[in-house]
Structure formats: C-alpha cells, structure tokens
C-alpha cells in the first residue's frame, strides 16, 4: 500500500499530511499555498496563477522561508 505524506517546511517547524494519492497531496499544498496568500495580504495576481506555477515558485514567493514537497511511502498493510 502507497501513500502519499506532504510536508511543509516553514519558520516554526514542519507540518505533515497524509493522503491516499499524490495528486491529493499536491492539490492540499496549492490549498494551504492560497490561503497563506490571503492571510499575508497577497491574495492579487498570485491567487490566479495556476496550482503548478505556485508550487514551482513558492521558495521564492514565501522568501525562501518555506518549501513542500510530496514523499511517497510504502505501508505494510499488515500493520496498519
């Protein structure tokens, strides 16, 4: 069995999530990308690039203060 953890990686420490595809994981990334857009008051053109161009430019966007990145895992089954 196959997941699928996203970590964001910011200036207070890390947060993870776990999702059953990748294309979930990344879709949650570009979510809480916006939202962080909106909360920094720069919700403008950013908020209507599309899901690829924000998570190809977030380094640079966020200052370089934070990162994703989606990490597939393999769970045994028996174990879980």
Do not use: Q
């Amino acid at each position: 069995m196959k997941v699928y953890l996203l970590v964001w990686s910011h200036k207070h420490g890390h947060d993870y999530n776990c999702f059953s595809s990748e294309k979930l994981a990344y879709e949650h990334g570009i979510e809480i990308m916006r939202n962080n857009l909106y909360e920094w008051g720069e919700a403008g053109g950013l908020c209507l690039e599309s899901g690829e161009v924000l998570w190809d430019s977030w380094p640079e966007i966020s200052g370089g203060s934070e990162f994703f990145e989606i990490v597939p895992l393999s769970v045994d089954p028996s174990t879980v």
